[in-house]
């Protein structure tokens, strides 16, 4: 157990300097917050983002993790979840806090004055990697996880927050439409749940997504309440 101790913080600071490092290097994520300084960012702008924090976080993770430096070669159960509790923790509060802004904007835009809805990180998720994590013998078998799962982790805070504030503005009255766009190159699944859909028939999988799925799912407010003044209009 000893070993546990010594090794975890030099550990995570091995990770969150290369996670720094990559960050302040990062074109995508300049251009991201350029893009928000300019008003112009949306939903997709912020799973590009998204994206980009995740595939950082994972290669950092990826790098520093390895038999060699685990005490017996196993990830220990209290060193993954200081370790992702920490990391995965701050992926959120950057991606958050991004997205924060890029609703916000979006409900400026579209003249809505509804608070931004933040989700809460899903600390849930994060113990199932923990668990699965120090479930192992070897690390080695189980090194996959903190690779690609890391980037739809964080993805998914973005769509939690297209979830939060599509159905807060739906509670609030407006006709939110959600645009699920697969790409080509996507699968089969994608494709059968691409397509337009307003509130209140959304199904849930809009906002899921599978390992390597790099399809996009939109939300501007505006098309809520377009929606809304044809429907006074007619009336
Ligand atoms: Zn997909």
Redesign the pocket.
């Known amino acids: 157990m000893n070993d546990e101790i010594d090794i975890l913080p030099r550990l995570l600071k091995e990770v969150k300097d290369k996670f720094e490092l990559s960050y302040g290097e990062s074109e995508i994520v300049e251009k991201a917050f350029l893009k928000l300084k300019a008003k112009k960012a949306t939903y997709k702008t912020a799973n590009e983002f998204a994206i980009e924090i995740g595939e950082i976080l994972s290669e950092a993770l990826s790098t520093s993790l390895t038999v060699d430096v685990l005490p017996d070669g196993k990830m220990y159960y209290n060193i993954a979840k200081r370790l992702l509790e920490d990391v995965l923790g701050r992926n959120y509060e950057i991606v958050s806090s991004y997205t924060t802004g890029v609703q916000k904007e979006l409900n400026t835009k579209a003249k809505i004055g509804l608070a931004v809805q933040i989700p809460s990180l899903n600390k849930d998720r994060i113990d199932g990697f923990v668990n699965r994590l120090s479930s192992e013998e070897k690390f080695d078998t189980i090194a996959w996880l903190v690779d690609e799962p890391i980037v739809n982790f964080t993805q998914s805070i973005v769509d939690d927050f297209i979830q939060s504030n599509a159905e807060f503005h739906y509670k609030a009255g407006l006709k939110p439409e959600i645009i699920r766009h697969?790409?080509s190159d996507?699968?089969e699944w994608?494709r059968s749940i691409e397509g337009t859909y307003s509130y209140p028939r959304v199904p849930k999988n809009v906002y899921a997504?599978h390992n390597r799925?790099?399809?996009t799912t939109e939300y501007d407010p505006k098309s809520g309440k377009k929606q809304d003044v044809w429907k006074k209009t007619w009336r």
Request: hydrophobic share 20%.
């Open positions: 697969a790409l996507c699968c994608c997504r799925c790099r399809c």
